[in-house]
C-alpha cells in the first residue's frame, strides 16, 4: 500500500513538472496573435512601401530637422496611415468628396486625404489650435465659407501641406498634454499616434482608453485581424525607427532630466 502510494506521488510530481514545462510554451502560442511580427504579416508589402517613401522622401526627415522634430518620432505617428494608403483609393474616392466639402460645408469633412491620411476636419482643428497656442504665423482663415474650405483642401493635397500640418499637430499635442509624465518614448509614440486618428480635441483618459481597443485601423484585404494604429507606430518605432534618429530628443529635456 505503502508502495502504491509513493507511486501516486511521484506520478502527481511528474505531471505538476511537466505543467510547468507546456505552460511557457501554451503562454508563447496564446500571445502570438498580439506578437508585433504578426504586424510584419498583416500589412505584408503596404508596410515596406511605407518605408520605402520615407527614404525616398530625404526631404521630410530634413523638413523635420529643421522645425527641431525628432523624425523617428513623426513618422512612427503617421506610420500607420502610410501603410494604409492606397494611391487609387486616394484618387477615386476624394475628388468628388472634396467637392462636396468645398460646396456644401464641414458635414462632407470626414474624408481621408494623401499619404498622411489626413482630414479636412483634423486639419481644421490643428488650424485653430495652432493659433489658440500662437504656433504659427501663417493667416489661416477661420470663417466657415467656400474660399476658406477650397484653400484648407488645396493645402491638404500638397505633401508639403501635409508636412507642415504633422509639426503643427506634434506642437499643439505638446501643449495640450504638457502635463503628462510618460512612462517612456514608446508611450508617447501610442498616444500621439492614437489621438491623431481617433481626435486630439479628445481628454487624455478617453485616448489612454481608444488605445486599448482594436479598431483604429482599417483590415487588409484579406479581412484578419485588426490592429490598433498605436501598436503599429510602437512596432515601427521600435523596430524600425532608429533609420531616421536625430539628436533631437522626444520626451521633454526635463524629464530626461530627472531619468538621468
Same mark, same amino acid.
Given at each position: 500500500?505503502? =508502495?502504491?502510494?509513493?507511486?501516486?506521488?511521484?506520478?502527481? /510530481?511528474?505531471?505538476?513538472?511537466?505543467?510547468?514545462?507546456?505552460?511557457? =510554451?501554451?503562454?508563447?502560442?496564446?500571445?502570438?496573435?498580439?506578437?508585433?511580427?504578426?504586424?510584419? /504579416?498583416? +500589412?505584408?508589402? #503596404?508596410?515596406?512601401?511605407?518605408?520605402?517613401?520615407?527614404?525616398?522622401?530625404?526631404?521630410?526627415?530634413?523638413?523635420?530637422?529643421? %522645425?527641431?522634430?525628432?523624425p523617428e518620432f513623426a513618422y512612427s505617428i503617421v506610420f500607420p496611415n502610410l501603410a494604409n494608403?492606397?494611391? +487609387?483609393?486616394? !484618387? !477615386?474616392?476624394?475628388?468628388?468628396?472634396?467637392?462636396?466639402?468645398?460646396?456644401?460645408?464641414?458635414?462632407?469633412?470626414?474624408?481621408?486625404?494623401?499619404? @498622411?491620411?489626413? #482630414?479636412?476636419?483634423? =486639419? %481644421?482643428?490643428?488650424?485653430?489650435?495652432?493659433? *489658440?497656442?500662437?504656433?504659427?504665423?501663417?493667416?489661416?482663415?477661420?470663417?466657415?465659407?467656400? #474660399?476658406? *474650405?477650397?484653400?484648407?483642401?488645396?493645402?491638404?493635397?500638397?505633401?508639403?501641406?501635409?508636412?507642415?500640418?504633422?509639426?503643427?499637430?506634434?506642437?499643439?499635442?505638446?501643449?495640450? @498634454? =504638457?502635463?503628462?509624465?510618460?512612462?517612456?518614448?514608446?508611450?508617447?509614440?501610442? @498616444?500621439? &499616434?492614437?489621438?491623431? $486618428?481617433?481626435?486630439?480635441?479628445?481628454?487624455?483618459?478617453?485616448?489612454?482608453?481608444?488605445? &486599448?481597443?482594436?479598431?483604429?485601423?482599417?483590415?487588409?484585404?484579406? $479581412?484578419?485581424?485588426?490592429?490598433?494604429?498605436?501598436?503599429?507606430?510602437?512596432?515601427? @518605432?521600435?523596430?524600425?525607427?532608429? *533609420?531616421?534618429? &536625430?539628436?533631437?530628443?522626444?520626451?521633454?529635456?526635463?524629464?530626461?532630466?530627472?531619468? $538621468?
Amino acid at each position: 500500500m505503502g =508502495a502504491l502510494v509513493r507511486l501516486g506521488y511521484r506520478k502527481c /510530481l511528474l505531471s505538476m513538472f511537466a505543467m510547468l514545462l507546456i505552460l511557457p =510554451a501554451f503562454n508563447c502560442r496564446a500571445q502570438k496573435s498580439m506578437d508585433p511580427i504578426d504586424i510584419y /504579416l498583416e +500589412l505584408g508589402n #503596404k508596410y515596406f512601401d511605407a518605408m520605402d517613401y520615407l527614404d525616398r522622401n530625404t526631404w521630410i526627415y530634413d523638413t523635420l530637422v529643421r %522645425e527641431n522634430i525628432s523624425p523617428e518620432f513623426a513618422y512612427s505617428i503617421v506610420f500607420p496611415n502610410l501603410a494604409n494608403y492606397s494611391g +487609387l483609393r486616394d !484618387v !477615386v474616392e476624394t475628388g468628388g468628396l472634396k467637392t462636396l466639402y468645398v460646396q456644401s460645408g464641414r458635414k462632407y469633412s470626414k474624408y481621408s486625404v494623401g499619404r @498622411f491620411q489626413m #482630414k479636412p476636419s483634423w =486639419a %481644421e482643428l490643428v488650424e485653430r489650435n495652432a493659433v *489658440r497656442y500662437k504656433l504659427t504665423d501663417y493667416k489661416f482663415k477661420m470663417t466657415n465659407n467656400p #474660399k476658406a *474650405r477650397s484653400e484648407r483642401a488645396k493645402r491638404l493635397d500638397a505633401t508639403k501641406w501635409q508636412v507642415r500640418y504633422l509639426v503643427l499637430y506634434i506642437r499643439v499635442m505638446d501643449k495640450r @498634454f =504638457a502635463h503628462i509624465k510618460w512612462k517612456n518614448e514608446v508611450d508617447k509614440v501610442r @498616444f500621439y &499616434s492614437t489621438a491623431f $486618428n481617433v481626435g486630439f480635441n479628445k481628454n487624455e483618459r478617453t485616448i489612454r482608453f481608444m488605445m &486599448s481597443r482594436k479598431t483604429l485601423h482599417s483590415t487588409t484585404k484579406y $479581412n484578419r485581424a485588426r490592429y490598433r494604429s498605436g501598436d503599429i507606430a510602437a512596432w515601427f @518605432f521600435e523596430n524600425d525607427g532608429h *533609420r531616421y534618429k &536625430s539628436q533631437i530628443p522626444i520626451l521633454p529635456q526635463v524629464e530626461n532630466k530627472e531619468k $538621468n
